[in-house]
């Protein structure tokens, strides 16, 4: 037995063992593991915040019953969507366009909410 082989026998088991280590108790995770995480935390975030915003001002509209009547008669979820966008509802106060993942949050806040 060599001098090194405590040391070859610690690397083996090292490259064996630490990646199990890695995934199963300090929280390793792949690449697309980690972009999901952080496509979730970004809808949950905007919901949270932007989309009740989305909402006070469909609701703050003076013309609200024929929007909300207008949606209505709108079948499909994309329709809606794009009638929430073009009504200016998804823009946040100062900025020029509707961005569409508050809209499509926004339009299934408001149809929860009728």
């Not at 703050?60 to 009638?83: S, T």
């Not at 073009?86 to 106060?93: D, E, F, I, V």
């Not at 569409?100 to 949050?105: C, E, K, P, Q």
Request: proline share 5%; with cysteine.
């Amino acid at each position: 037995m060599s001098k090194y082989t405590p040391f070859i026998i610690g690397v083996v088991a090292g490259a064996f063992f630490m990646p199990i280590v890695g995934f199963t108790g300090l929280g390793w995770v792949l690449d697309t593991k980690a972009q999901t995480m952080a496509s979730e935390a970004v809808a949950a975030e905007i919901k949270k915040v932007l989309v009740p915003v989305c909402v006070a001002q469909f609701k703050a509209d003076p013309d609200m019953d024929n929007h909300v009547a207008a949606m209505k008669g709108l079948q499909y979820f994309n329709p809606r969507m794009a009638y929430v966008e073009k009504g200016g509802w998804a823009k946040l106060p100062g900025q020029s366009t509707s961005e569409s993942n508050i809209a499509r949050y926004c339009t299934e806040a408001l149809q929860n909410d009728s």
